[in-house]
């Protein structure tokens, strides 16, 4: 199956500067971006120690934590040569390339910063929030799948697809697509599945990045590694892979913790 999607979704015109392209991938940041926003909103209750406008002021602390993370975290972690040719690159965001796990940190700094200024538990907030972020995380990948990015491994399977932006023009698997399910939609009925019952604090919190780490480390299986780094360990582990191990562990470590806490139980 031959894939030919524009990765540019329309063009907006401006004044003196002409036509002004919009891609796939950054409507599925701001499609992402505005469901998390919209569901965290729509699940705050009244025994909640945060209100719907406190969430509306975390959007800003959460997409900045997220867009600076995930760029350092992609220079760290897949660019750290190009730091050294080109240290300003680090700045240059409209050239590609954010990481999860920087994106992550990033947004777990804004945690620290906002659970602070409002004087609450972290675990309060980011369990809150656990339940939202599949929605961005689907929406991404989707757009990676409509941008052509992040290309799936070879394969003969019946349901493999050709990309436009594959230089070898091989049958693919369409990795995108696996990770959307899983990292979205999966991710997200397990969580909304644990949210509905009674739960010790920073459960959900540990549940999401164990569960995630485990997805993201299975759907790598089929991910073509980075080009420029190729694979870290034994040819067959990736560096996405590597840096999902962490997750897992420190989900099953919060996901201990939070049941010997029983007795701060929410529901």
Do not use: C
Request: no cysteine; aromatic share 18%.
């Amino acid at each position: 199956m031959n894939i030919l999607i524009d990765p540019v979704a329309f063009y907006i015109p401006f004044p003196f500067l002409g036509w002004w392209p919009v891609h796939w991938y950054g409507i599925s940041w701001l499609s992402g971006i505005l469901g998390i926003h919209w569901y965290a909103k729509k699940t705050v209750t009244n025994s909640s120690p945060f209100t719907k406008d406190d969430i509306e002021d975390f959007l800003f602390y959460g997409v900045l934590g997220a867009i600076i993370g995930g760029r350092f975290g992609y220079m760290l972690f897949y660019g750290t040569d190009q730091i050294f040719y080109d240290p300003l690159s680090v700045f240059k965001v409209w050239e590609g390339g954010l990481s999860f796990h920087g994106g992550l940190i990033g947004v777990l700094t804004s945690f620290l910063l906002f659970t602070r200024k409002l004087n609450i538990n972290f675990f309060q907030l980011s369990d809150h929030i656990a339940l939202a972020f599949p929605i961005g995380l689907g929406s991404v990948r989707i757009g990676n799948f409509l941008g052509g990015e992040l290309l799936g491994r070879p394969t003969d399977l019946p349901w493999g697809m050709t990309f436009w932006s594959d230089p070898l023009q091989l049958n693919r698997h369409p990795s995108q697509l696996y990770q959307a399910f899983f990292e979205g939609l999966i991710l997200f009925i397990i969580l909304f599945w644990f949210s509905r019952k009674p739960r010790p604090r920073m459960f959900l919190s540990g549940l999401f990045l164990a569960v995630y780490g485990v997805f993201r480390i299975i759907t790598e299986t089929f991910r073509m590694p980075d080009a420029h780094i190729g694979f870290d360990f034994l040819d067959i582990i990736t560096r996405g892979q590597l840096l999902s191990i962490p997750m897992v562990l420190v989900g099953l470590f919060l996901i201990t913790l939070s049941n010997r806490n029983k007795n701060e139980t929410v529901s």
